[in-house]
Nanobody, 123 residues
């Protein structure tokens, strides 16, 4: 069984930056697609960013150019760096993982999910 633990969410001012961290179990980190998914108040879950087993990345259009997903294998950690935050970025952010390739066609069929970390941006 895999496990993911995310952290780093907090309240920040609009225009600020924040870095979220996700620590997965070793087997997941080595062989899984890793992603960040968020759920805004009253909204549905949406994939924010994902990094595939080969290192390729993809981003939600509204965060492209502002957010960066990366991994540090030496620390067994996946990060989501968020810059130029706006109130629209306020959401619960979840770390998610799927064996092998990332979900396609807009699917959120990940195998494992973290408990979530809250990000609140004030304007």
């Amino acid at each position: 069984q895999g496990q993911l633990v995310e952290s780093g969410g907090e309240s920040v001012q609009a225009g600020g930056s924040l870095r979220l961290s996700c620590v997965p179990s070793k087997n997941i980190f080595r062989d899984y697609c890793m992603a960040w998914v968020r759920q805004r108040p009253g909204g549905e879950r949406e994939e924010v960013a994902a990094i595939g087993t080969g290192g390729g990345t993809r981003f939600l259009d509204s965060v492209k150019g502002r957010f960066t997903i990366s991994e540090d294998k030496s620390k067994n950690t996946v990060y989501l760096r968020m810059n130029e935050l706006t109130a629209d970025d306020t959401a619960m952010y979840y770390c998610a993982a799927k064996n092998s390739w990332c979900p396609t066609g807009g699917s959120l069929s990940f195998d494992y999910w973290g408990q979530g970390t809250q990000v609140t941006v004030s304007s």
